[in-house]
């Protein structure tokens, strides 16, 4: 039998790393995956897999990746049932990730941030200014009254 997932998306969220009771990491995470054809209104519809990661890997992957990263994911698909504290039997269906890509360089800071750090900038500089304006005309007047005595 062939169970096998190959997945390019963006993470919807950072990693949700934890680790068991025997000290293993697992992470959980989904993905954004953009469908092949358009809809009847001629946009793209998204999927939102769940996936999990273990180990060094899930660790590596939390460290290097985050909402936003566009990744690559091989790994195969699991289902799985708990009973959950109203009695009922939850069904889950993931993709457990055997390897990653980061399919990207590190993360460009978004605009927004870089508009705040921008403006941020502006008001020191301007504050500056205008201390070394007042020193200026401070340090003139006394100059002029120097020269007047």
């Known amino acids: 039998m062939i169970n096998n997932v190959v997945l390019t998306g963006r993470l919807t969220k950072d990693i949700d790393l934890k680790y068991t009771q025997s000290g293993t990491a697992v992470g959980s995470f989904s993905v954004a995956v953009e469908r092949k054809f ?52 939850v069904y889950v269906t993931e993709v457990v990730v055997e390897n990653f890509s980061l399919l990207e360089s590190k ?5 927004t941030t870089v508009d705040t750090k921008i403006t941020q900038i502006k008001v020191v500089l301007t504050v500056a200014i205008n201390k070394v304006i007042h020193l200026l005309v401070a340090h003139t007047k006394t100059a002029h009254r120097a020269v007047l005595t």
Do not use: M, P
Not at 45 to 60: G, L, Q, Y
Not at 70 to 82: D, F, K
Not at 107 to 111: H, L
């Open 38 to 89: 358009k809809n009847a209104q001629g946009e793209r519809e998204t999927d939102f897999i769940n996936c999990v990661i273990w180990r060094k890997s899930a660790e590596n992957f939390a460290k290097f990746a985050g909402k936003g990263s566009l990744v690559g994911l091989e790994g195969s698909i699991q289902t799985r049932n708990y009973e959950n504290n109203q009695g009922q039997r």
């Open 107 to 111: 993360k460009i800071e978004s605009k």
